[in-house]
């Protein structure tokens, strides 16, 4: 069983950057897909990124794509998700999730692939 924890929101200018970090707890989060998905009021939950176990598959969803970067640190049971050039559109709370797959693939943008959810940070972009 593996509990995650998510940090790094707070309110960023249009234009700027922020980085996340999923925490989690357990010997084995090696072993663990982790996805990033948002939900903004009033809209459904969208699947942001995806990193496999190793970190050697990374995943990105359409609505962020060149502007994020995904990857973990097996040694410091984190993952991160680097934003830039934020636009009040990415306004949203952010949650990671982790699912007990080393790779999911192509499942890993379903939100049924995952077993444990995070709390969630908010992000707010100004404009």
């Known amino acids: 069983q593996v509990q995650v924890v998510e940090s790094g929101g707070g309110l960023v200018q249009a234009g700027g950057s922020v980085r996340l970090s999923c925490v989690g707890a357990?010997?084995?989060?090696?072993?663990?897909?982790v996805g990033w998905f948002r939900q903004a009021p009033g809209k459904e939950r969208e699947f942001v990124a995806g990193?496999?176990?190793?970190?050697?598959?990374?995943y990105y969803g359409d609505s962020m794509k060149g502007r994020i970067t995904i990857s973990r640190d097996n040694a410091k049971n984190t993952v991160y998700l680097q934003m830039n050039n934020l636009e009040p559109d990415d306004t949203a709370t952010y949650s990671c999730?982790?699912?007990?797959?080393?790779?999911?693939?192509?499942?890993?943008?379903?939100?049924?692939?995952?077993?444990?959810w995070g709390q969630g940070t908010q992000v707010t972009v100004s404009s």
């Open positions: 990193i496999s176990g190793t970190g050697g598959s990374t």
């Open positions: 999730a982790a699912a007990k797959y080393v790779n999911l693939g192509t499942a890993v943008s379903s939100t049924r692939m995952y077993d444990y």
């Open positions: 357990g010997r084995t989060f090696r072993a663990y897909s």
